[in-house]
């Protein structure tokens, strides 16, 4: 069997990498690039236009965990959310101050909003089955951004956690001490010590 690698990550499918750098936006040119074999910068040269690029649904529906992700980093935090119909429960901001350096090597007192969002997706969405209980259950997310990187990311909270509509809970349940979740407020401390 063929194999067809992106960002390090074998695909079975020629046509699905392509349709992954028609979701980045990818130039015809830089895509044939990428290619030496004869077949395959023909096949990218006469197919790549015509695809339809990636949709959400097709990222998250991939079984292989790094197909999934290779996938997924193809779309803003913003992109998914709206796709999977996410629903907004919660929005806290949390002012923080940190001793950062310059260029000098000097310290300097950074201030900034760090703001958590809690969202909700119906499992329905996500082709899940129902409860035991016969209860759709649902999906919880918390967006969140690095501070450092500035990059956004879309963290899973599970069910008994996002029901409580906290997004700082939420933020919180994602850390760890000593293999224990936090709690809010254990959080909230850490954040205040922290500034």
Known sequence: MKYYYTQGVAFEDLATVLRIYRRQDKPLEEVLAYFEIPTNRAFVQSQY??????TVQEAIAFQNNEQRMVALRAFSVEDVAKALQSVRLDRQTIHKKQIRWNKDLQPYEHEY???????????????????WRNEEPS???VKCKCASTDRQYMLYVPQEVGEY??????IAW??????????????????????
């Open 139 to 141: 999906v919880y997310f």
């Open 49 to 54: 236009e015509q695809l339809e690029p990636l």
């Open 113 to 131: 909003e760090d703001t958590y969002e809690l969202y909700k997706i119906p499992a329905s969405v996500l082709n899940l089955e129902r409860t």
């Open 174 to 195: 994602t850390m760890r001490f000593n293999g224990v979740p936090l709690k809010k407020e254990q959080y909230l401390n850490m954040m205040y010590s922290e500034t």
């Open 165 to 170: 509509r906290d997004a700082i809970m939420a």
